[in-house]
C-alpha cells in the first residue's frame, strides 16, 4: 500500500474530500517531525515510539539519529512466525571457554597473531571444526560446507596456496599493471590501525591489491587458463556484473618479502571473515547436534521401552509355562481351604467338649470330696461304733485294755494317702496322741449327742488343694474301683447296728453313742492333760489400761485445770471444810478462773477498808497512764529525755484533748447561767443604747447640713455660663484648631475659684464684665475643655492681655473653665481694653 | 510527544471536528500497520520507510548465567528516517 492508496482508503471510509485527508496526512508527520527538531521524542500508543538517539560516528562526530521502537502488540503481529520460539540455553561455559570463544581479541592479541604468520587462528578454527564435524555425519559435513564455504574454499581437500592474483589479469603475462584497490585499506592504513610499524615504507600503492586464493593445481597443473574467467561483482542491488577481462601480470623477484608479507596479511583477513562465517556454521552445527542427541536419547527410550516389551514378553511366555492357576483350580483350592477350615472348627469344638468335660470333672471333684469328707466322718463313727461295741462285748468278760482309738492327726494323715489307704488306715486301730495339733480339727456330729465334746474338724483350702495335687488318682471324675466296689458290708461293722432300723434301735444307739462318748472324754482326761494357762495377755493389758487411767503416785502430774489449782492452793483437809456453804465458796474459788485483775481488786478493797488514798486517779486511756509512770533511776539520760519527751507530747496531746473537750462544752446550751456573768453585758448594752441614741441625731445634723450646703450652692452665674458654653464654644472652636499645635498653651494654670465669687457689673453681646475683690474682669468665655480654654488665653496672651483660666464645679465631674482677662481697675478700663481686643 | 496532544495540533489546522481527526488518526497508523504486515514496507515521503527484518538465530554468551544461549530468529520492525529529517534533526549540531 501506498500512501495515494492509503488516503483514497480512508476518503472513501469516512466520505471526505481526499485532499483534506491527504493534508491531514502531511499535517501529521509535519508536527512529528517539528517534534523531532524539537529534541521531543513521539509516543503513538498502539503503534510504537520514535525516539532521538546521538551516535557518535568516525572522528567522534556525533549525529542524532531516529529509532523506532514498535509497541508489544505490533512486535508481535510481525514476529508471528516465530513468537512461539523461546531461547535455549545450550551449555553452561568456563570461564576458560568464554574467553577463548567469545573473547573480543584487542589489537595487542592481533599484533601477536600476525607474528605467528596466522597459523594460530587457522589452527584453532581447524580444531575447532574438527571438534564439531567430527561429531556430524559425513552427509551434514559436506552440506555445511557446501553452503557456507562454497565462495571461500573451492575443494576442503585441495591444498591452499596463497598466490596473489589480481582479477581479470592473465597469468602469464609477466608484467602487472599497477591497479589502486579503492575498497581495501591501503597497507599503512591497516598497520596503522593494528598497530605495526611497516618494515619497508617504501611499499607502494600497486601492492595494495586484492588477494584471491587459487586452488594449487590450478596453478601448477596443466590446465591452467589463459585467463581468469571474469568474477561476477555483486552489485549492492543484487545485480550481477561482468567485469571486462584485464591483463594478468606476475610481479618481479625484487618484492618477493614484500608480497610474502601481504600475503600474510591478506590471509589472516581472510582467515577472519572465515572465522566469523565459520562461528555461525558451528552455532547451526550445534543446533543440529542437539538435534541429535535428542534423536539418540529417543533412540535410546526406544531402545529401553524395546526392552521392556521383550522382558514382557519374557514374563508372559513364563507365565505360560507355569500357568497361574485356573478358575476352576481356585476353586479346588478353596474347598481345601474350606476343608482345613472344617478341620479346625472340628479341633475347636472337640476342645470345647474337653473343657466341658474339664469342668464338669472338677465338679464330680469337688462332690467327692464334701462325699468323702461325709464318708470319713461316717467311717470314723463306724469305727468308733465297732469299737465301742467290741469293748462293751468283751468289759463284760475281760477286763479293760487300752483302747485304740481313732485320732485326729491320723485322720489328717490319711488324707495325704490315697483313698483305699485312707480307708484301710481308719479301718485299722490307731493309737490316740494327744499331742495332736489342737488347730486341726473335725466338725463333730451334731446327731451324736450335744454333751459330747468333739473336737470340730476345719479343713482348711489349702489342705484340698493339697489333696488335689497329691492324689495319684489319674480319673477323678471316675470313682476309684474300690471305692465302685466298696461296701458297707465289707466293714466289720456289728450288724445289729444297723439291721435295727426301729425307733427303739435307733435310741439304744444313740444311748451307746453316747455312753461311747463319754467313756472316750472319760478316758481322755483321765489321763493327765497338759495344763493349758490361762491366756493373761488381755487381763494384763486391762491391768496396764487401768493404770494408765487411775493416776498413781509416782507418774508424773498431767496439766489440768484442776490439778493446777490444787497445785497453787494448799490443800486442805476435808476435816476442816464444816459447812456446805464454805464447800461452795471452795469450789467457787478454785473454778474461778484466776485473773490479774481479781487479785488486783482485792488488794484495792483492802487499801479502801484500811488505807484509804487521798484521790484514786483511774487513767481512762492507757496513754495515760504512762505519762505519770515515774522512771526509775537505773535508767540512762538518754532513756529518761526520751521517756520526758514522750511524757511532754502526751500531756500537751491530753491537754488539746481537754481544751478540745471544753470547747464543745462551752457551746453547748447552758440551762442555769450564773449571776457574775449576766451582769457584765448589760453595761454594754446600756452603752450601746446610749451611742445609739447620740448617732442617730448626729447622723441627721450632718444629712440637713448638707442639705443646707447644697441648697446654699445654686449659683445663677454658673446657669448663665452653660448658656454661654453652648454659644461660645462653637466661635472659639476655630481658633483653637488653628492653634492646636501650639504646646504653649499648656503652660498657662488654671485657677479653681467658686463660682459665685464674682459679680456681674456689666454685659456687651455675651461679654461679661465681672468685679471681684482685686479688680474688674472680663470674661470673654467659658469652655467645657481645659484645652480649648488655655488655648484661647494664650492667644489672648499673645496680644498682650493679661488672660487667664478659671475652673469651675458644678457638680460631681461637671467643670467650666473660664477665660478671663484682667484685673481691670475699674469698668471704663475694662470697656477699653474690649474694645481694643475688638479691634 | 503524546498522542492525545499530537492530534490536538492536527485537528486544529484540520477541516475535522476533535473525534473525527482522532478516528483519521488511528485509522491511519492502522493502515500503516497492516501494509508493513502484509508487504513488508510502508514508505512514507520526506519521513521514512518502515520495512520489516529478519534477525537470524544466533548463539551468543551470557557471561552473567555463565552459559551459551541460542536465540531464536525474528522478524523486527525496522524504521528509516529520510535524509532531510535527519538532516533537519542534526541542523542544530552543524
Known amino acids: 500500500m501506498t500512501k495515494e492508496q492509503l488516503i483514497k482508503k480512508i476518503a472513501r471510509e469516512y466520505s471526505v474530500d481526499e485532499i483534506d485527508v491527504s493534508n491531514y496526512f502531511e499535517s501529521i508527520f509535519e508536527t512529528i517531525n517539528a517534534a523531532f527538531i524539537k529534541n521531543k521524542n513521539v509516543n503513538i500508543s498502539e503503534f510504537g515510539k520514535f525516539v532521538l538517539r546521538t551516535k557518535t560516528g568516525t572522528g567522534g562526530i556525533k549525529t542524532k539519529t531516529i529509532s523506532f521502537s514498535p509497541s508489544k502488540k505490533f512486535a508481535l503481529e510481525i514476529n508471528y512466525n516465530f513468537s512461539d520460539l523461546v531461547p535455549v540455553k545450550i551449555k553452561t561455559l568456563d570461564e576458560k571457554s568464554l574467553r577463548e570463544e567469545y573473547y573480543e581479541p584487542t589489537d595487542a592479541d592481533e599484533v601477536i597473531l600476525i607474528e605467528s604468520e596466522g597459523d594460530v587462528v587457522d589452527n584453532e578454527i581447524d580444531e575447532k571444526n574438527d571438534f564439531l564435524f567430527s561429531q556430524l555425519s559425513e552427509n551434514l559435513k559436506s552440506r555445511f560446507l557446501n553452503e557456507h564455504f562454497a565462495d571461500d574454499l573451492i575443494n576442503n581437500d585441495t591444498p591452499r596456496v596463497k598466490t596473489e592474483v589480481i582479477p581479470g589479469i592473465p597469468v602469464g603475462e609477466k608484467e602487472i599493471p599497477e591497479i589502486s584497490a579503492p575498497e581495501q585499506l591501503t597497507r599503512e592504513q591497516e598497520e596503522n590501525k593494528i598497530g605495526i610499524e611497516p618494515e619497508d615504507k617504501n611499499i607502494s600503492s600497486e601492492e595494495n591489491i586484492p588477494v584471491v586464493l587459487i586452488p594449487e593445481e590450478v596453478i601448477n597443473g596443466e590446465n591452467i587458463p589463459d585467463t581468469i574467467i571474469p568474477e561476477e561483482i555483486i552489485t549492492e542491488k543484487g545485480e550481477t556484473e561482468l567485469s571486462e577481462p584485464e591483463p594478468l601480470t606476475v610481479k618481479s623477484d625484487d618484492t618477493v618479502q614484500e608480497e610474502t608479507q601481504k600475503e600474510d596479511f591478506t590471509t589472516f583477513t581472510r582467515q577472519k571473515e572465515t572465522s566469523s562465517k565459520a562461528q555461525t556454521v ?558 | 510527544m503524546n498522542k492525545d496532544s499530537l492530534i490536538n495540533k492536527i485537528y486544529v489546522k484540520s477541516p475535522f471536528n476533535k473525534n473525527h481527526s482522532k478516528s483519521i488518526f488511528n485509522r491511519i497508523f492502522e493502515l500503516i500497520k497492516g501494509s508493513v504486515k502484509e508487504n513488508n514496507f510502508f514508505e512514507i515521503e520526506e519521513f521514512g520507510e518502515f520495512s520489516v527484518e529478519r534477525r537470524e538465530m544466533k548463539v551468543i554468551a551470557d557471561p552473567d548465567k555463565m552459559s551459551e544461549i541460542l536465540l531464536p530468529p525474528k522478524d523486527k520492525v525496522v524504521f528509516k528516517p529520510a535524509d532531510n529529517i535527519i538532516k533537519s534533526v542534526n541542523l542544530g549540531n552543524d
Open chain 1, 282 to 839: 558451528f552455532s547451526d552445527a550445534e543446533m543440529l547436534l542437539i538435534e541429535l542427541k535428542k534423536i539418540k536419547e529417543k533412540e535410546k527410550d526406544k531402545i529401553i521401552y524395546d526392552k521392556i516389551d521383550e522382558e514382557k514378553k519374557q514374563q508372559d511366555i513364563i507365565d505360560e509355562q507355569d500357568p497361574v492357576p485356573v478358575i476352576s483350580d481356585w476353586e479346588t483350592v478353596k474347598s481345601k481351604a474350606k476343608i482345613r477350615t472344617e478341620e479346625e472348627k472340628a479341633l475347636e469344638e472337640e476342645l470345647e467338649r474337653m473343657l466341658e468335660e474339664r469342668e464338669k470333672i472338677l465338679t464330680e471333684i469337688k462332690q467327692l470330696e464334701s462325699d468323702s469328707q461325709k464318708i470319713i466322718r461316717i467311717e470314723s463313727l463306724i469305727n468308733a461304733f465297732s469299737k465301742t461295741s467290741d469293748d462293751l462285748l468283751k468289759v463284760s468278760s475281760k477286763p479293760v485294755k487300752p483302747k485304740k482309738e481313732f485320732t485326729i492327726e491320723e485322720n489328717v494323715k490319711a488324707h495325704d494317702e490315697s483313698f483305699e489307704d485312707k480307708l484301710r488306715s481308719l479301718l485299722e486301730p490307731s493309737v490316740p496322741d494327744v499331742s495332736a495339733p489342737q488347730d486341726v480339727f473335725i466338725q463333730p456330729d451334731v446327731s451324736a449327742s450335744q454333751d459330747v465334746f468333739v473336737p470340730p474338724v476345719v479343713i482348711t483350702p489349702q489342705d484340698v488343694s493339697d489333696l488335689q495335687e497329691e492324689s495319684t488318682l489319674p480319673d477323678v471324675s471316675a470313682p476309684p474301683d474300690s471305692l465302685k466296689s466298696f461296701d458297707i458290708s465289707d466293714l466289720n461293722l456289728p450288724q445289729d447296728v444297723f439291721i435295727e432300723e426301729s425307733e427303739d434301735g435307733k435310741k439304744d444307739i444313740e444311748n451307746a453313742e453316747m455312753k461311747i462318748f463319754d467313756k472316750l472324754i472319760e478316758e481322755h482326761f483321765a489321763s493327765e492333760p497338759p495344763e493349758i494357762k490361762p491366756d493373761r495377755s488381755l487381763e494384763l493389758l486391762e491391768e496396764q489400761y487401768d493404770n494408765l487411767i487411775k493416776p498413781s503416785e509416782q507418774e508424773p502430774v498431767l496439766f489440768t485445770p484442776e490439778k493446777q489449782m490444787e497445785s497453787v492452793i494448799p490443800e486442805e483437809p476435808e476435816a476442816e471444810i464444816e459447812s456446805f456453804e464454805e464447800k461452795k465458796e471452795d469450789l467457787s474459788r478454785f473454778l474461778k478462773p484466776d485473773t490479774g485483775l481479781d487479785s488486783l481488786k482485792e488488794q484495792f478493797d483492802d487499801l479502801t477498808i484500811t488505807e484509804k488514798p487521798d484521790e484514786i486517779i483511774i487513767p481512762e486511756r492507757l496513754e495515760d497512764a504512762f505519762v505519770n509512770i515515774e522512771l526509775p533511776e537505773e535508767f540512762s539520760k538518754a532513756e529518761r529525755t526520751f521517756f520526758e519527751k514522750d511524757k511532754i507530747e502526751k500531756e500537751n496531746a491530753v491537754r488539746n484533748y481537754n481544751d478540745i473537750f471544753k470547747s464543745v462544752e462551752s457551746y453547748k446550751p447552758k440551762a442555769v447561767q450564773p449571776a457574775k456573768i449576766t451582769e457584765e453585758p448589760k453595761k454594754t448594752l446600756k452603752k450601746k443604747k446610749s451611742m445609739k441614741k447620740l448617732i442617730i441625731p448626729i447622723i441627721i445634723l450632718l444629712i440637713l447640713g448638707v442639705i443646707i450646703i447644697v441648697m446654699s450652692r445654686p449659683n445663677p452665674s454658673a446657669l448663665q455660663d452653660d448658656v454661654l458654653v453652648t454659644t461660645g464654644t462653637n466661635e472659639n472652636k476655630t481658633d483653637a484648631n488653628k492653634n492646636e499645635k501650639n504646646s504653649d498653651a499648656e503652660s498657662i494654670k488654671t485657677k479653681d475659684v467658686p463660682a459665685d465669687v464674682d459679680k456681674i457689673i456689666y454685659e456687651d453681646n455675651g461679654v461679661y464684665f465681672k468685679q471681684n475683690s482685686l479688680g474688674v474682669f472680663i470674661q470673654v468665655g467659658t469652655y467645657l475643655s481645659e484645652k480649648e480654654a488655655k488655648i484661647k488665653a494664650f492667644l489672648l496672651k499673645t496680644q498682650k492681655f493679661n488672660a487667664d483660666v478659671e475652673k469651675i464645679s458644678l457638680g460631681k465631674n461637671d467643670f467650666r473653665y473660664r477665660v478671663k482677662i484682667g484685673p481691670y481697675p475699674d469698668l471704663d478700663a475694662a470697656k477699653a481694653s474690649f474694645e481694643t481686643m475688638k479691634k
